[in-house]
């Protein structure tokens, strides 16, 4: 599972990595939050294609997969892109599927986030039409650091991984709960590591000092890119995991 790539430094990092690291690792699955592939905030069609040649078989997101319009239509057609399953009924795409015997499920927190329906409720009500020791993965996707650790034990042995996205903060606890299913608050952010979340330092910084809403643009110029991920190995049989390891490397830009 691949953290939240921003923008075109994002993209880049995942374009160098990703190819190596499913030969070294012999990943079967990769996974990747693309809600910020897009200048940062979005996805479109042309960067969705960039992530899948990069080797990501599913992209998942969250509140901002709605910012470019175009890939909206687009979340009812067969790519595998997913939005949150507790939206409303009604809203376009899809936040679960299942690829190579794999289910994913793609889950948005409510807590300092948009009140949407119960994203527990929701994982209940999917998990019901479910067979037993399926493989299942849930991309949580959240603010409270509280919220995240809650479903990872609300779903602890009913599921094969909780795996926390959005804050584009690496988390250092990941483990496997008790009763098997791997856990980390939050996997991280694919972009530029000299950045503030990916944003450019200086367009942060004058939005806390001045208080003035204005659009961050990326941070293009880092010389470095940060790429956080988590590998989990699952045992086939059981759907339980048998165990999570973080995956954080750096590579340098390309001009």
């Known amino acids: 599972m691949v953290g939240d790539v921003v923008?075109?430094?994002?993209?880049?990092?995942?374009?160098?990595?990703?190819?190596?690291?499913?030969?070294?690792?012999a990943v079967d699955l990769i996974i990747a939050n693309g809600e910020n592939a897009a200048a940062g905030r979005g996805l479109t069609l042309p960067t969705a294609r960039e992530l899948f040649d990069a080797g990501v078989d599913i992209i998942t997101s969250g509140n901002h997969i709605w910012d470019q319009k175009e890939i909206v239509p687009c979340l009812d057609e067969e790519a595998p892109i997913l939005r949150p399953q507790n939206y409303p009924p009604g809203t376009p795409g899809r936040g679960i599927m299942t690829c190579n015997g794999v289910t994913i499920i793609n889950?948005?927190?409510?807590?300092?986030?948009?009140?949407?329906?119960?994203?527990?409720?929701?994982?209940?009500a999917l998990l019901k039409?479910?067979?037993?020791?399926?493989?299942?993965?849930?991309?949580?996707?959240?603010?409270?650091?509280?919220?995240?650790?809650?479903m990872g034990w609300y779903l602890d042995?009913?599921?094969?991984?909780?795996?926390?996205?959005?804050?584009h903060v690496g988390t250092v606890g990941?483990?496997?709960?008790?009763?098997?299913?791997?856990?980390?608050?939050?996997?991280?952010?694919?972009?530029?590591l000299d950045s503030i979340i990916g944003d450019d330092v200086d367009a942060v910084l004058a939005r806390f000092l001045s208080l003035l809403p204005h659009r961050l643009p990326v941070a293009e110029h880092s010389r470095l890119l940060q790429f956080n991920a988590v590998l989990v190995d699952i045992d086939e049989a059981t759907g339980l995991a048998r165990s999570i390891v973080r995956v954080d490397r750096e590579t340098e830009r390309r001009d």
């Open 174 to 192: 990941a483990r496997v709960l008790p009763r098997g299913t791997a856990f980390v608050c939050d996997v991280g952010m694919v972009g530029s």
């Open 7 to 25: 923008g075109r430094p994002g993209r880049q990092a995942a374009t160098t990595l990703l190819p190596v690291l499913r030969q070294e690792l």
């Open 107 to 124: 889950l948005q927190g409510r807590t300092f986030m948009h009140p949407l329906d119960c994203p527990f409720r929701t994982a209940d």
């Open 157 to 167: 042995g009913r599921v094969s991984a909780v795996l926390g996205t959005h804050t």
């Open 129 to 150: 039409d479910l067979p037993e020791n399926s493989i299942i993965i849930v991309d949580m996707h959240g603010e409270a650091t509280s919220e995240k650790v809650a």
